[in-house]
Each structure stands twice: as C-alpha cells, then as structure tokens.
T-cell receptor
Framework: GENVEQHPSTLSVQEGDSAVIKCTYSDSASNYFPWYKQELGKRPQLIIDIRSNVGEKKDQRIAVTLNKTAKHFSLHITETQPEDSAVYFCAASIETSYDKVIFGPGTSLSVIP | ETGVTQTPRHLVMGMTNKKSLKCEQHLGHNAMYWYKQSAKKPLELMFV???????ENNSVPSRFSPECPNSSHLFLHLHTLQPEDSALYLC???????????????FGPGTRLTVL
C-alpha cells in the first residue's frame, strides 16, 4: 500500500522567512496530493492540492511542487506570518470510487515573531 | 462551519463501558471516514464508507465497530476500550464521486476520547 513520509517533523522560522516541507510517497499510481493545515485545537483543513499532470501550483504565499519521477512533492510558504504556525500534513491519493487519502506524519511549523 | 458535525466533543469512559460517537455531514457527500489522531500516528485512517458500504477497514480492533445507516450519518461504536485508545477521533466526508476522486476531505471537529 501507499506510504507517505514527511520531513522535517518540526520547523521553526523567523517571521518573514520561507518555510519548506518535503514529502515522499511510494506508490507510483498516486495522482492527487493535497496539503492540510491543522491549527492547535482545530480540525485539518485543505490549503492547497496538486494533481499528477501538473508540476507546480501557487496560491498567494503558498506553492506546491511535484516530481513524479522522484515521487516527492513539497510545500513552500513564503513571507511567513505567525498565523502560519500549525501542523501541516501532506497526503497522497489514488483515484478510486472513494477518496482514500494516506497522510504523512505531519510537520509542526512555528513562526517566531 | 464545514458542514461536518460530531458529538460528543469530549468523552470519558471506563474500559467496561459501551459508548457511541456520532458524525453527521450536511454536504451531500457520498463518502465518510473515521480517523484516529494521536501523538504516535497523527492521522490514522480507520474506516471508509462509500455510498453507505464499508470499503476500507485498516486492521482496526473489533472493539471499534462502525455503522453507516445512510449517507449523512456515521457512527463509531466503542466497546471494552483500552487506555491506549485515548485519542482524538475525527470524522470526515468527501464527494467520493466515481470517475473523479480529486475531492477535498471535510473534517469534523473531532471527539476527544479518554479511556480510564
């Protein structure tokens, strides 16, 4: 089955700096890669996703890149702000009749004002 | 509000108790999920239901028993749990339409379970 690894497990950056979180997956059939953000005491929420036919996607200060050959994808956050502090989960999914999503172990990001 | 609700929000139970967690989605989705979130395994998929049929059971102990009476409701029945079962139990739903599964999972707020 699919296995998703994520690094680093914790990350601290100064406000205004960039943050990068990297994930790898094992199943070459995976074709959808969402990223979820979970603030302390709140539910995970989708922040950005990328499909296998795209190499990069950007939404304001957040961007994701995908390298299908190497089976890795990354989340880039620029100009970090204190409200970016949260746990970020990457995930990989294979197209089926339901949306089974395998999550990585998460990265705890702290943005220091 | 994401349209997925869970009750109760907090539950404390003894190892001999029987309790149930309830999840309801108001989004018209076809798939519903139970996840266990703990320090050791942040988001561990337990069960998946698609169109009210269980399609995934990730080697979950039988002391956890899911039930999906219709596409809007999902239950997790708990029976003779262990202290290591203490965790946050998250319900989620997604459109789950066949042919196109690139759909966002909408999570509920979770039930914080403590087993004494």
């Amino acid at each position: 089955g699919e296995n998703v690894e994520q690094h680093p497990s914790t990350l601290s950056v100064q406000e205004g700096d960039s943050a990068v979180i990297k994930c790898t997956y094992s199943d070459s059939a995976s074709n959808y890669f969402p990223w979820y953000k979970q603030e302390l005491g709140k539910r995970p929420q989708l922040i950005i996703d990328i499909r296998s036919n795209v190499g990069e996607k950007k939404d304001q200060r957040i961007a994701v890149t995908l390298n299908k050959t190497a089976k890795h994808f990354s989340l880039h956050i620029t100009e970090t702000q204190p409200e970016d502090s949260a746990v970020y989960f990457c995930a990989a999914s294979i197209e089926t009749s339901y949306d089974k999503v395998i999550f990585g172990p998460g990265t705890s990001l702290s943005v220091i004002p | 509000e994401t349209g997925v609700t869970q009750t109760p929000r907090h539950l404390v139970m003894g190892m001999t108790n029987k309790k149930s967690l309830k999840c309801e989605q108001h989004l018209g989705h076809n798939a519903m999920y139970w996840y266990k979130q703990s320090a050791k395994k942040p988001l561990e998929l337990m069960f998946v239901y698609s169109l009210e049929e269980r399609v995934e059971n990730n080697s979950v102990p039988s002391r956890f028993s899911p039930e999906c009476p219709n596409s809007s409701h999902l239950f997790l029945h708990l029976h003779t749990l262990q202290p290591e079962d203490s965790a946050l139990y998250l319900c989620a739903s997604s459109q789950g339409a066949s042919g196109s599964s690139y759909n966002e999972q909408f999570f509920g707020p979770g039930t914080r379970l403590t087993v004494l």
